[in-house]
């Protein structure tokens, strides 16, 4: 299991056009074949970022993912209106006191 961290910044005029895109297809990304959760977060300080939080079975399966009709049609959507370059972490959890 991964975890795959994204963080998107937006311009400030597409941060809401964005948010009501992300509830169109929030549930085909989080039903994904491999996918095992997603989150999205939004910055209390900065509310133009946002950070997507997701589970893998496998980065083979978030390879799936990106290769994928789904992500061929959201990614070129919401890329113009980035305002900063999008920055990607995939992580295996060394503790995790959630679970506690």
Same mark, same amino acid.
């Given at each position: %299991?991964?975890?795959?961290i $994204?963080?998107l910044?937006?311009?400030?005029? !597409?941060i809401e056009?964005?948010?009501a895109?992300?509830d169109?297809?929030?549930?085909? $990304?989080n039903r994904?074949?491999?996918?095992k959760? %997603? !989150?999205?977060?939004?910055?209390?300080?900065? /509310?133009?970022? $946002? %950070?997507?939080?997701?589970?893998?079975?496998?980065?083979?399966d978030?390879?799936?993912?990106?290769?994928?009709?789904?992500?061929?049609?959201?990614?070129?959507?919401? !890329? /113009?209106?980035f305002?900063a370059? /999008?920055?990607?972490?995939s $992580?295996?959890?060394y503790f995790?006191?959630?679970?506690?």
């Open positions: %299991m991964i975890t795959r $994204v963080k910044e937006f311009q400030e005029d !597409k056009e964005f948010l895109f992300f169109t297809i929030k549930h085909k $990304v994904f074949p491999g996918c959760g %997603m !989150k999205l977060y939004q910055d209390v300080n900065q /509310p133009t970022i $946002v %950070m997507t939080y997701s589970h893998w079975e496998s980065q083979e978030l390879n799936k993912y990106r290769d994928s009709e789904t992500f061929g049609a959201v990614w070129p959507k919401i !890329k /113009p209106w305002d370059k /999008p920055e990607a972490w $992580v295996n959890a995790d006191g959630f679970s506690c």
